[in-house]
């Protein structure tokens, strides 16, 4: 690959960018959620003529951020008039309960598989709880609160709403998740993908070009749904995606080959290594060295160990979710 190549219009053009907030033009920003390290999740803020919507929350910690956004942009907590989670994971929903606290006028919109966890989310911390610890949940998803079921808005598959004159269409897009839905904003002609798009950090970018990645954690990874995600948002010529991990993205019909390309390249390490000892372990070093492989190929001059040291949350966790594909469907 000649990394020198200049890629169109998208490599010349800068987001605005403060230290919390990267404006993209059209109404959107994204907002950093303050999670684990600058950079890792995105509250994407929407404005239309005066009114705000958040696809995604971060957690509860977030809501900082969030109103020094809404503060710099002269918009008040009333002024949020939807809080969109794409899905259920408690680094896009954990804050749900408090955002919706915060902002009075709010409805939330919910997968219709997440709705019930969003009202009662008991189920959602004892699972995490037991991942990874009272102590260290607390630290990474402080309080989740629960949400007033007559403020939820159950959101399936071909789902229409009229933000303030902007139509926005959402998708069932099962794959990472069976309680995902992707955004498609006709006005930007883009979507805001969760992680149905995969994860791209912006430590990775090259001359103007992404790097995009999957992700299979924590339960509920699907292949064949994960391709099948893909190739629905693209079915809609989208100009850009909002990744909650991190930020807008462009290039998408390159980044979707790229995505089914490493999509089917976990699977197959995660066949591989179906039984072999410490099977943990061997996934996480063989994803390693793929996406190493990958990202160094991409042009990324960044030293390999500072690489590592990025993806490292990420590839335990693409393990994690491998191992639960494997043992729940053998790998089929």
Request: glycine share 8%; net charge negative.
């Amino acid at each position: 690959m000649n990394n020198n190549l200049s890629y169109g219009a998208e490599a010349l053009s800068t987001p605005s960018v403060s230290p919390r907030i990267t404006d993209y033009g059209n109404g959107v920003s994204a907002i950093d959620a303050d999670y684990l390290r600058p950079g890792l999740a995105a509250i994407h803020l929407v404005v239309e003529d005066g009114r705000a919507a958040l696809v995604d929350t971060g957690t509860s910690s977030s809501v900082a951020s969030v109103m020094e956004a809404l503060r710099k942009k002269n918009l008040a907590p009333e002024d949020v008039a939807y809080v969109f989670v794409t899905h259920i994971h408690l680094d896009h929903a954990g804050g749900a309960g408090e955002f919706m606290r915060c902002f009075p006028h709010a409805k939330l919109v919910v997968h219709p598989r997440g709705a019930r966890h969003m009202a009662d989310p008991a189920r959602l911390v004892a699972s995490a709880m037991t991942v990874y610890g009272e102590a260290e949940f607390k630290r990474m998803y402080g309080v989740i609160r629960p949400v007033d079921a007559n403020r939820i808005i159950e959101a399936p598959d071909g789902f229409t709403l009229d933000f303030n004159g902007r139509p926005l269409l959402f998708l069932d897009t099962p794959g990472h998740a069976r309680h995902h839905y992707c955004i498609f904003d006709k006005k930007n002609q883009s979507f805001f993908t969760g992680d149905t798009f995969g994860l791209s950090y912006r430590e990775f970018d090259v001359n103007g070009m992404e790097f995009v990645f999957p992700t299979t954690t924590p339960v509920q990874f699907d292949p064949v749904a994960a391709h099948a995600s893909l190739d629905r948002i693209m079915s809609y010529d989208p100009a850009h995606a909002f990744l909650t991990h991190f930020g807008r993205i462009g290039h998408l019909p390159r980044h979707a080959g790229e995505m089914h390309d490493l999509i089917d390249a976990h699977v197959t390490i995660a066949r591989k290594l179906r039984n072999v000892p410490d099977r943990h372990a061997a996934l996480v070093e063989e994803l390693g060295t793929l996406l190493l492989q990958r990202i160094t190929a991409h042009g990324c001059k960044l030293p390999q160990e500072e690489i590592r040291d990025l993806l490292s949350l990420d590839v335990r966790l693409n393990a994690q979710g491998l191992e639960h594909w494997l043992d729940y469907t053998g790998g089929n």
